[in-house]
């Protein structure tokens, strides 16, 4: 006796607990290197002697201690988490991967947020 309800509910299930993954994009060494330069680049635009959206790294432990200035204070909230993921991965070394940071505020040093495994987080 067939069970051809059994064998669709198997493949359906596999298909639900073992979806395809999407193949990762390759970057070559100098696709890393040119991208983690233009994060460079606009780091130093929008840090202290520009935007002021940073202040000071502090990367002697993890996660780094980012301070952050007025410029920061006064953007909006996409602005934010967009300059706060740019820093991640600018402190990562590589446009697909992110550094943990906690976020402080440069005037008072209380902390203010984070970005992380849950994401860019404000307190």
Request: net charge positive.
């Amino acid at each position: 006796m067939r069970m051809p309800g059994k064998t669709i509910v198997f493949f359906l299930a596999s298909a639900l607990f073992f979806p395809v993954l999407a193949p990762a994009q390759n970057f070559t060494f100098k696709e890393i290197e040119a991208r983690v330069l233009e994060y460079r680049k606009w780091l130093d635009q929008v840090g202290s002697s520009g935007s002021r959206y940073w202040i000071r790294l502090d990367s002697s432990k993890r996660p780094h201690k980012l301070y952050v200035g007025e410029g920061f204070m006064q953007a909006g909230p996409d602005e934010k988490e967009n300059f706060v993921e740019i820093f991640s991965r600018f402190l990562a070394g590589h446009p697909e991967k992110n550094m943990l940071i906690d976020i402080y505020d440069a005037t008072n040093g209380k902390p203010i947020g984070e970005y992380g495994f849950g994401g860019f987080k404000l307190f």
